[in-house]
């Protein structure tokens, strides 16, 4: 550490620093003058980190993956970014298990188990409990019950009970999670009960003969448990939304990845990368609508600004008054879109946004359907008839929104081929008829089997 024991002005100097020019004043010994240099200490520290940072990552994926949750399970965003990088790098990452989670993500071979210091509503306390109580001489919690039996409710409690449930923790020993919602109200009043029990020295009948007649007694301890009314479990959607709602994070899978997965054809960009795109470029995204803001210009009219997620992440959104009066009533939180727009990269922006120009629900996206033998694809008459009844109900570009997709048949083979966005239609079913009238295989197909 240098220490700075005077200052002397010396005016403006010309000093050259790795050749650029610039203006320094410090004063050395025998009156010279230093150029303020970067120290190449600092540079070859940062150098050899990034070096060390690469060799890990390259070659212990699953560790480094792991040392990254775990040093940001306190920041949700940060978390759900390395969770998605995770599946990119082929590593899945489990959710908390009651029975093997430790405080901090754990790694395994090609998986990383969900640590439960990244679960809310669980304090160091409530996790300290949950971990001590399962290495005790219980061993692994065998059931609802039984966890309620061995942890401290006060400390654990309910909002931390349900926010273990509805993240999957308890799926290995109850798979229907709504199921255990219902059952906890009871339990929690069953296991307090027993708790004082003990407390007073008092025992129940059933504990006094599951004592007496049966070895230790657990197996009855576990049929006295407290049962609801038998219910069916959540729908994925539910699952993946109350997850939401209790993480701050998809921990199953995000509600979109089956969604486009299915839609690969119709080459929806990924909402995390809309950077990587050019100012101005036509893209398309399979959306949830996060957050909606709508509002009146100083002209009286209407549009929204809007938060979009995807399994990349997350981006803003602006729909413009033509657009809004259009696509408005499909503007709601938790609305799952296909949306069409363009890239805006504002200077006053750190990041860049969608201009949304068109919407339409997942559930509603249609595609044209084309089997065409291998002689009718190579056939000069085939392809001038199919792209002239294309062209006759394409319209208007912006309003063509229904892809064609082209099944090319051969011998032995089949491929998938995705006509040019001026070839989309606007109306599914009367190109449909016009292509069947015409002597092609052709049919509508709803993007998601339902």
Known sequence: MVKIVSRKSLGVQPVYDLGVAGDHNFLLANGLVASNCFNKSHSTAYAYVTYQTA?????????????????????????EKYREN????????????????????????????????????????????????REAAGGSFKSLGDFCSRVDLRTVNKRALETLILSGAFDRLQP??????????????WAQKRTKEKESGQMNLFDFVGNHLGGDGKESEFEQEPKSPPVPDYSIQ???????EHLGFYVSEHPLTAIHQAARLLSPINIGQLDEYKERKPVSAIVVIIAVKKIVTQKGTP????????????????????????????LVEEAQLMVW????????????????????????????????????????????NLRGILQEHSGEKVQSLVPVIAVIHG??????????????????????????????????KTLLTK
Request: charged share 25%; glycine share 4%; proline share 3%.
């Open 303 to 330: 549009m929204a600004f809007l938060t979009l997620e995807d399994a990349s992440g997350q981006s803003e959104a602006v729909v413009f008054t033509d657009a809004y009066q259009k696509i408005q009533s499909l």
């Open 55 to 79: 060799y890990l990552k390259a070659n212990y994926p699953v560790e480094y993956m792991t040392a990254l949750l775990t040093a940001s399970s306190d920041n949700q965003d940060k978390v």
């Open 411 to 444: 011998d032995n083979s089949r491929q998938f081929v995705r006509l040019g966005q001026k070839y989309w239609v606007q109306d599914a079913d009367s190109t449909a008829n016009s292509l069947q009238s015409a002597g092609f295989n052709a049919y509508v």
């Open 176 to 189: 229907n999670r709504r199921q255990l919602m219902n059952d906890s109200e009871l339990i929690i009043s």
């Open 238 to 244: 539910e699952k993946l939304k109350l997850e939401k």
């Open 341 to 384: 727009g363009k890239v805006d990269k504002r200077k006053d922006r750190d990041k860049a946004q969608l201009i949304i120009e068109d919407a339409e629900l997942v559930d509603d996206l249609k595609l044209i359907m084309i089997d065409l033998p291998l002689e009718f694809a190579v056939d000069p008459v085939k392809q001038n």
């Open 86 to 133: 995770c599946q990119k790098m082929g590593i899945q990452v489990l959710p908390p298990d009651i029975n093997r989670s430790q405080k901090h993500f754990t790694p395994g071979e090609k998986t990383i188990l969900f640590g439960l210091s990244a679960v809310r509503n669980l304090g160091e306390n409530a996790i300290e409990i949950i971990i001590n109580a």
